[in-house]
């Protein structure tokens, strides 16, 4: 898959130029309301103070999936959204998108068991009411070692071989962004948000920077799109506002190829999280961690607990060790999590829209399958308590194909 290449125009925007909405963040979910907003016939301003995707949504697992493990969490609602989205994108998107064999092997010592792993994939499957992917096999001991030569044999109980996707993150991103450009969104790189603008009590706009002057833009509505940068953005409209999101670190490693012929879904010994061993653009994908992170999120970075987390986890599972020579490149991310007591792996991945004052609404959480999903439920919310002064057009992203 080879990545796409768009050019964002550069753009002089206007003091006190209006628009139907502010989107702050240019990630996957602000790209994403930018381009069913533009279609729907809003007007919309797309703010990024980097550059388009250079956050969380460029540094995930690379996976399109439902998220097998949040089964066992009871989150059936979101797992069966998520994997119709998968499908969706695998029909809308395919130039980004495509199937993954995923192997999980299952050992004695593994927290959960052979017949919990069947029984998580039968549900899967039944969520999975639109996949055109082949059915899941349970495989014995001797079936999984055949399908990866390199797992070890010790305590191999069994397994499973099943199917979700793989997706181009970086390039899915810019491909939502250019689509909205073409129907009439303006998108501004290097361009950061410094204050909001209000007026007794209501949200009218905000100021940037932009091209080295400071600009008022105006909207009846300013969407909070920033995934870690979130709480940042909500104390310009209340210094005592209580944290949105409670970021978690997510590390990957990029090691030179094993070879695998299939995704490998692994439990690390240590604490029983899952984990990914992935093929990868002729390399191979490690990760990833899941760590609490409460740092600015300009300076996330790999430090070598993660590493050394990740290379245990393989050196755990596979008879080829695998050391610090072996990574060719390494990448950290934020997960932008809803703000909770909850440890980090039990925490929701779901995602929620709330609105602190009037014309402010803040999105935080979610997966990265169901962005599409979350930017119809987003936009869907923000039209509904601040209803348009013109007609719309209905959404049409779940049947319009990414260009």
């Keep these: 898959m080879d990545r796409c290449r768009y050019s964002i125009p550069t753009l002089d925007l206007t003091h006190n130029q209006t628009f139907d909405l502010i989107i702050i963040g240019g990630g996957i979910n602000g790209a994403a309301v930018a381009r069913d907003a533009s279609l729907r016939g ?14 969380t949504s460029s540094r995930s697992s690379k996976l399109a999936h439902g998220g097998l493990r949040y089964l066992e969490q009871f989150q059936f609602s979101m797992v069966k959204e998520t994997l119709l989205e998968r499908d969706r994108l695998f029909k809308n998107a395919p130039q980004y998108t495509q199937a993954l064999s995923c192997l999980l092997p299952v050992y004695r010592h593994n927290k959960r068991p052979l017949w919990q792993i069947r029984l998580g994939l039968w549900l899967y499957s039944k969520l999975a ?9 349970i495989l014995s001991a001797n079936a999984v070692l055949a399908e990866c030569p390199l797992l070890k044999p010790d305590q191999l109980s069994g397994g499973a071989l099943y199917f979700d996707g793989q997706l181009m993150d970086y390039d899915l991103v810019l491909a939502n962004a250019q689509d909205a450009i073409a129907h009439g969104a303006v998108v501004a790189e290097h361009t950061p948000v410094t204050d909001l603008i209000t007026h007794n009590g209501v949200v009218e706009g905000v100021h940037i920077q932009h091209h080295g002057q400071v600009l008022a833009l105006k909207a009846p509505r300013v969407l909070n799109v920033t995934g870690p940068w979130s709480n940042h953005i909500a104390r310009m409209a209340n210094p005592n506002a209580e944290p949105l999101v409670a970021p978690t670190k997510g590390v990957h490693l990029v090691i030179r190829s094993l070879g695998i012929p299939h995704a490998l879904t692994l439990q690390h010994p240590r604490d ?6 992935l093929p990868w653009d002729d390399h191979t994908l490690v990760g990833t961690t899941d760590t609490p992170f409460t740092g600015n999120p300009d300076t996330v970075s790999v430090d070598d607990d993660d590493i050394d987390y990740l290379l245990d986890a393989c050196n755990a599972t596979l008879t080829q060790s695998i050391g610090r020579a072996d990574i060719v490149d390494q990448f950290a991310g934020l997960r932008p999590l809803q703000h909770s007591n909850r440890g980090t ?4 991945r779901d995602f929620v829209c709330t609105q602190s004052k009037p014309g402010l ?3 935080v959480g ?3 399958t169901a962005y599409r999903h979350m930017a119809e439920v987003i936009l869907d919310t923000l ?3 601040t209803p348009p002064q013109h007609p719309l057009r209905p959404c049409i992203t779940a049947i319009t194909p990414l260009p």
């Design 361 to 363: 609404f803040h999105m």
């Design 42 to 55: 809003l007007s919309v301003c797309l703010l990024e103070k980097d550059t388009l995707g250079h956050g």
């Design 383 to 385: 039209l509904d308590r």
């Design 366 to 368: 979610g997966k990265y």
């Design 129 to 137: 009411t639109q996949s055109v992917l082949p059915p899941h096999r």
């Design 345 to 348: 792996s039990k925490r929701s």
């Design 272 to 277: 029983h999280r899952v984990f990914f061993i």
